[in-house]
């Protein structure tokens, strides 16, 4: 079973640039593809991007895309979300996610999701 570790959150102005990481162990991480989830206080859960399991396939919420970019390092077991342009609205915790890759190409749902972080606080000052 994998664990997640998510990091790199943390208080920056709107415009800036953040990079979050997500460790994974104990487990091949390239039997996982992997998300990004975020959810901001009193709203739900949402879907930010996923990645396949081998990195050659990715999907973004409308809102994130051409902003963020998600990636992978197999060889270091290591899923990253590379965030631009930052607003206020995008702050909010940020969650990884891994499901094994044979339950599908990636996912856009939290339902869809076995394994997650603890999150990463990512705070946007307007």
């Known amino acids: 079973q994998v664990q997640l570790v998510e990091s790199g959150g943390g208080l920056v102005q709107a415009g800036d640039s953040l990079g979050l990481s997500c460790a994974a162990s104990g487990s091949t991480f390239s039997n996982y593809a992997a998300g990004w989830f975020r959810q901001a206080p009193g709203k739900e859960r949402e879907f930010v991007a996923t990645i396949s399991w081998s990195g050659g396939d990715t999907y973004y919420a409308d809102s994130v895309k051409g902003r963020f970019t998600i990636s992978r390092d197999n060889a270091k077991n290591t899923v990253y979300l590379l965030l631009k342009k930052l607003k206020h609205e995008d702050t909010a915790v940020y969650y990884c996610?891994?499901?094994?890759?044979?339950?599908?190409?990636?996912?856009?749902?939290?339902?869809?999701?076995?394994?997650w972080g603890q999150g990463t606080q990512v705070t946007v000052s307007p």
């Open positions: 996610a891994a499901r094994l890759r044979t339950l599908g190409l990636y996912g856009v749902r939290a339902s869809q999701y076995h394994h």
